[in-house]
């Protein structure tokens, strides 16, 4: 079986999920993403799936790997992350049996894109860089790494 990208956002999939197709051509039966419940109702002969005030789960910190259990059925073979809210899904993928990558990338790059990192208040990077030289994950300075962060 081949492989196929998975996107897991921590953003409600039915919100990103339509725009990832666009953007980097993932379908979006193949986004991962926080969810509320639903319950299935019948009303006479017309069917509905009703939106509840409950949260089903958080696609962010250690609800990354139950999100990606839930949707996928599998451990994934590759997994990249840029904030520690990714840190249990790149320890889910890496520390199975058989051939894993992780991939950090390291936003570090204020004047072309954005920067965060260990003091940051919103997506703070800290624990899973501490993390990263353990575990053999390549870590990605965008500042430093990537000659194009946006094409023109």
Not at 89 to 114: C, K, N, S
Request: aromatic share 8%; proline share 9%; with cysteine.
């Amino acid at each position: 079986m081949g492989s196929r990208p998975i996107s897991s956002r921590a953003v409600g999939s039915s919100s990103c999920g339509p725009g990832v197709e666009p953007a980097y051509g993932i379908p979006p039966e193949q986004v991962v993403g926080s969810g509320i419940r639903l319950k299935y109702e019948l009303n006479g002969d017309t069917p509905a799936l009703r939106r509840l005030p409950q949260v089903d789960f958080v696609d962010d910190g250690p609800g990354k790997p139950v999100g990606i259990a839930r949707f996928i059925g599998r451990r994934p073979v590759f997994a990249a992350g840029n904030s520690d809210g990714d840190l249990q899904m790149l320890q889910w993928t890496t520390l199975a049996p058989g051939p894993r990558f992780a991939l950090i990338v390291h936003h570090t790059d204020a004047e072309r894109e954005y920067a965060y990192g260990r003091r940051s208040q919103v997506d703070k990077l800290d624990k899973a860089l501490d993390e990263a030289p353990r575990r053999g994950w390549l870590v990605v300075d965008m500042r430093n790494d990537w000659k194009t962060i946006h094409r023109p």
